[in-house]
């Protein structure tokens, strides 16, 4: 759904409160490096309202949530499917490489329990009806597209149901995408708002419960989740928030690959215009400490949002006209950074972060100091250094370096 639609309803609390539950991971202190991962193609995802003007970046992966594709774009009357923007959004997507991803939900007013209300898109649907909806998409589109459950069903103005009917939803959804596409397809649970302690509770509910007699995420490929910090929060307390989902996660025994399916700073929610503004400078900081610390927390995709312009976040990477701005420009740099490596982890000492990956023979490894100066010794074998706009200092050698804020990279051979 376009974010200038008014049917698109960005973390639609009204008002954000500090997490109950305190996040485990001890940012002022040293931090053990993540297990390696290899940094596909698909790391790289992005929102955008119309992949037939594609973002100007290379996009690994497409996600649809902004794109005005819910099932009620789709079934626009009882039974009638009107497939003409999804097959046009999705032959848009692939042509620039880019795997889709649609969003099942929300329910239209002639499928919902409660169609007399004005949320009845919130509502459990017939579960008749979304079994076939989900069956006529998978059988049209097979392994062509992702398939993701439903938009932050842990924030009350997104769904009214409870946990297990969430849970019910996804194993019928899980059973007929399989059926009709076949196992490779990948089911994605509903993606998890984890900015309150309400939200992070909902999510353990969800995920304990039982269909059938199966645990839920025995029915998903992937997690999928919203790891927006505090508005003023920054791309460090995201990571906090992955890495403790992790671990709460796998405290009740599930263990599935993690997508970050959204993100962005400053959103104070409700679909309020955002106060926070940041520099241009700090906006580039921001999107290139993003993608290098999901990588760190093992996000096997982050989905950036979005590639438009939008008054609810405090971070654009285009302009109104699909242009890119300078974030848009600094994602073009981590990725030329990051892409196709063997991402080692992520250490901070005294708040100076250093992150390492290695691509043949060269070693990548990303330094930043979320406040404050620092003053590093590149190594001997050092080749170039490279600011976080793309600026390139080649002479090479051993030489010391200032890490502020904005990340620098420094390659060097093994």
Known sequence: MSPM????????????????????????????????????PEFW?????????????????????????????VETRQGHYDWSRLDQQVAAAESIGAQP?????????????????????????????????????ATR?????DYQIWPEPNIVQNWKGTPRQMAQLTAIASKAIRKAAGRKAKVVSPAVALRLASQRRWTLEYFQQRIGGVRV??????????????????????????????????????????WNNEINYGVPGGGATTTTRY??????????????LSAAARMQRTYWLGWFSNSTMAINMADST??????????????????????????????????????????RTIYWKRRGKA??????????VENQNGAVDDRGGRTTVRVTSRPIMVASQR
């Open 45 to 73: 995802g992005m929102h955008d309202s119309d992949w037939t003007t594609a973002p100007g970046a290379q996009v690994g992966a497409a996600n649809f949530t902004t794109s005005l594709l819910y099932w009620q774009n």
């Open 279 to 292: 520099p241009v400078a700090k906006q580039r900081s921001y999107v290139i400490r993003t993608y290098v």
């Open 375 to 384: 003053t590093i010794t590149t190594p001997r074998s050092t080749v170039r």
């Open 217 to 258: 995420h025995r029915y998903i490929d992937a997690i999928a989740i919203d790891p927006f910090p505090e508005q003023r929060g920054t791309p460090e307390d995201s990571y906090a928030i992955m890495k403790d989902i992790r671990r709460s996660l796998a405290s009740i025994g599930v263990r599935k690959p993690i």
């Open 141 to 145: 589109y097979g392994t062509r597209l």
């Open 322 to 363: 699909g242009r890119a701005l300078g974030p848009g420009k600094s994602y073009a740099v981590v990725r030329s950074w990051l892409n196709r490596t063997n991402f080692k982890g992520c250490t901070t000492r005294k708040g100076l972060w250093r992150c390492t990956a290695k691509k043949g023979g060269e070693v």
């Open 101 to 137: 991803m649609v969003l099942l939900g929300q329910t239209p007013r002639f499928h919902s329990t409660r169609p007399g209300s004005a949320e009845y898109d919130d509502f459990m649907p017939d579960t008749a009806a979304w079994k076939r909806y989900v069956t006529k998409l």
């Open 5 to 40: 639609s008014s049917s698109w309803r960005p973390l639609r609390l009204v008002t954000w409160l500090p997490l109950a539950v305190a996040l485990t991971l001890p940012l002022g202190g040293a931090v053990a490096p993540a297990h390696a991962q290899k940094i596909k």
